[in-house]
T-cell receptor, first 115, second 118 residues
């Protein structure tokens, strides 16, 4: 089973709203990732959690706030977003074992529209 | 300099024919991994195939095979017997530091939009 789930599938929010994106995996993976993807472009890494600790933050604005409550769950809290933040947000997880290929498996994504 | 280059923004192939999607990479690491992902219009990134830098055999997964030419730094994806459902964006990606035990980011190419014609 290589399933990563994300909720919601679609989200429309105003610039003053606060919302959260949720990602879940039950594969025992120890690394989880948030990506942002604009249309017809490759995904851009935002955050990486390794063993529930934030290990990479790619200079993402503070209006995006990640949280990893446990090894299976990853949240992305959104506040005071701008219209240019409208994009597909992808979550991924990987086993993070030393001898592994450490393949990243992606969820279906959340399509975010900021009005 | 770009680390992953996909020179074909768009490709067309007739159903049931084979197609090759190009990918070249640039790294000074000895240990790295190369991945191909498929992204249909629905948005999900689907893992297709992996090649490690030390793997001597080309990777194969069903109708997908990876033509790995290490000296040329190329990792082309070959899809045999194309199907209409293969129409999607395809991304080549690289992770440097294979088997390092730490979470490493992927570097993606710009993608190739494949359209399979009936």
């Amino acid at each position: 089973d290589t399933e990563v789930t994300q909720t919601p599938k679609h989200l429309v929010m105003g610039m003053t709203n606060k919302k959260s994106l949720k990602c879940e995996q039950h594969m025992g993976h120890r690394a989880m990732y948030w990506y942002k993807q604009k249309a017809k472009k490759p995904p851009e890494l935002m955050f990486v959690y390794s063993y529930e600790k934030l290990s990479i933050n790619e200079s993402v604005p503070s209006r995006f706030s990640p949280e990893c409550p446990n090894s299976s769950l990853l949240n992305l809290h959104l506040h005071a977003l701008q219209p240019e933040d409208s994009a597909l947000y992808l979550c991924a997880s990987s086993p993070q074992r030393g001898s592994d290929t450490d393949t990243q498996y992606f969820g279906p994504g959340t399509r975010l529209t900021v009005l | 300099a770009q680390k992953i280059t996909q020179t074909q923004p768009g490709m067309f192939v007739q159903e049931k024919e084979a197609v090759t999607l190009d990918c070249t990479y640039d790294t000074s690491d000895q240990s790295y991994g190369l991945f191909w992902y498929k992204q249909p219009s629905s948005g999900e990134m689907i893992f297709l195939i992996y090649q490690g830098s030390y793997d001597e055999q080309n990777a194969t997964e069903g109708r997908y095979s990876l033509n790995f030419q290490k000296a040329r730094k190329s990792a082309n994806l070959v899809i045999s017997a194309s199907q209409l459902g293969d129409s999607a964006m395809y991304f080549c990606a690289m992770r440097e530091g294979y088997g390092s035990g730490s979470a490493r980011q992927l570097t993606f190419g710009s993608g190739t939009q494949l359209t399979v014609l009936p």
